[in-house]
């Protein structure tokens, strides 16, 4: 398994431009989450996997950097990086870039291994944790410390 994993590009549609002229905070979120599809059949999951299992993953926690504008009809990539994972969740790294090269937003979160016959969180298969410890392990290089487990506050 190649890490870390590289989106297609995605084309920033105009209909995502807000009234200052550039996207939209909410479809950041959308670009990120639309490169993880890629990624899941991967690792495992993906609506093959819902549909014979009954099990999902549901985000529980998501924080965006916006670090350089976007606007319509850029083109963007994403890098997803897996920073550590237990049975039931895994905390990952996003970044997006501009087919430039430049670095737009960065994204971190926390998700879940879902049952959904409870709901309830739940262990992940063996398969799908030795495809996350592959990852993790195949993963030759790491983003910038200093971007991960940021809080937001008021600096004094």
């Not at 105009?14 to 550039?22: R, V």
Request: hydrophobic residues 35%; glycine residues 4%.
């Amino acid at each position: 398994m190649h890490a870390p994993f590289r989106s297609s590009f995605q084309t920033v549609k105009p209909e995502w431009i807000d009234y200052n002229g550039h996207l939209n905070m909410a479809y950041y979120n959308v670009l990120f989450d639309e490169s993880v599809d890629e990624l899941y059949p991967q690792i495992g999951f993906g609506l093959d996997y819902l549909q014979t299992t009954g099990c999902t993953t549901y985000v529980a926690e998501f924080h965006i950097c916006y670090l350089r504008e976007l606007h319509v009809h850029d083109q963007v990539t994403c890098t997803y990086y897996l920073i550590a994972h237990d049975e039931k969740r895994f905390h990952s790294y996003q970044e997006l870039h501009h087919k430039d090269g430049w670095l737009a937003a960065t994204a971190e979160g926390l998700t879940l291994h879902v049952d959904q016959s409870g709901p309830r969180v739940a262990p992940m298969p063996q398969h799908i944790q030795d495809n996350l410890a592959a990852y993790a392990a195949a993963q030759t290089q790491m983003p910038d410390p200093t971007r991960i487990s940021r809080r937001v506050s008021l600096k004094r």
